[in-house]
């Protein structure tokens, strides 16, 4: 049996990130109330962070264990500002880069960051961990891909249809 401490967690919505370029993303910030500097827990997706996908639940899991957590919009999406780049774009993995940067130094940032997601967030966690963010020592990238063509929509040259045709195509 272990002794594991559980933290209050506090919830801000909508912090602005600057990026290299002047345009900001948006984020949900949830953060282990007394628990000083924490590692930094990122979720970099464009499904929208206010909307209720079970991501916000688990968020707040991980902060009330000591985590600062952020549930980001990507460029173009939700609050951010900007226009949506492709997938895994070099505009993509540079803003995840920044985003990486800009949480590493705040004060209640330890200077340590890691990334998770499912699908889509699970592939801009790669993007940003290919440009190897010094403070990023962790991904789990679930059901994602570095190549959206090659790792879901013709993966090992092959049409994945009953997967594309009947799951998207309705």
Same mark, same amino acid.
């Given at each position: 049996m272990t002794d594991e401490r559980r933290y209050a967690v506090t919830k801000t919505h909508?912090?602005?990130?600057?990026?290299?370029d002047g345009t900001h993303l948006a984020a949900n910030l949830y953060r282990p109330d007394g628990a000083g500097p924490a590692p930094a827990i990122?979720?970099?997706?464009?499904?929208?962070?206010?909307v209720p996908w079970g991501y916000d639940r688990l968020q707040v899991?991980?902060?009330?264990?000591? %985590?600062?957590?952020?549930t980001v919009d990507v460029r173009g999406f939700g609050g951010a500002d900007g226009v949506a780049a492709p997938p895994n774009s070099l505009s993509e993995k540079?803003?995840?880069r920044d985003l990486n940067d800009?949480?590493?130094a705040q004060p209640w940032c330890?200077?340590?960051?890691?990334?998770?997601?499912?699908s889509?967030?699970?592939?801009?966690?790669l993007s940003a961990a290919s440009l190897r963010p010094p403070s990023l020592k962790a991904i789990v990238p679930m059901h994602g891909?570095?190549?959206? %063509?090659?790792?879901?929509?013709?993966?090992?040259?092959?049409?994945?249809?009953?997967?594309t045709e009947n799951s998207w195509g309705p």
């Amino acid at each position: 049996m272990t002794d594991e401490r559980r933290y209050a967690v506090t919830k801000t919505h909508d912090v602005r990130i600057p990026m290299r370029d002047g345009t900001h993303l948006a984020a949900n910030l949830y953060r282990p109330d007394g628990a000083g500097p924490a590692p930094a827990i990122i979720v970099y997706m464009p499904y929208l962070k206010d909307v209720p996908w079970g991501y916000d639940r688990l968020q707040v899991h991980f902060a009330a264990r000591g %985590y600062a957590c952020l549930t980001v919009d990507v460029r173009g999406f939700g609050g951010a500002d900007g226009v949506a780049a492709p997938p895994n774009s070099l505009s993509e993995k540079q803003d995840g880069r920044d985003l990486n940067d800009w949480i590493a130094a705040q004060p209640w940032c330890n200077g340590t960051t890691g990334m998770w997601g499912i699908s889509y967030s699970g592939s801009t966690s790669l993007s940003a961990a290919s440009l190897r963010p010094p403070s990023l020592k962790a991904i789990v990238p679930m059901h994602g891909t570095a190549d959206e %063509y090659l790792g879901f929509l013709h993966p090992h040259g092959c049409r994945p249809a009953w997967w594309t045709e009947n799951s998207w195509g309705p």
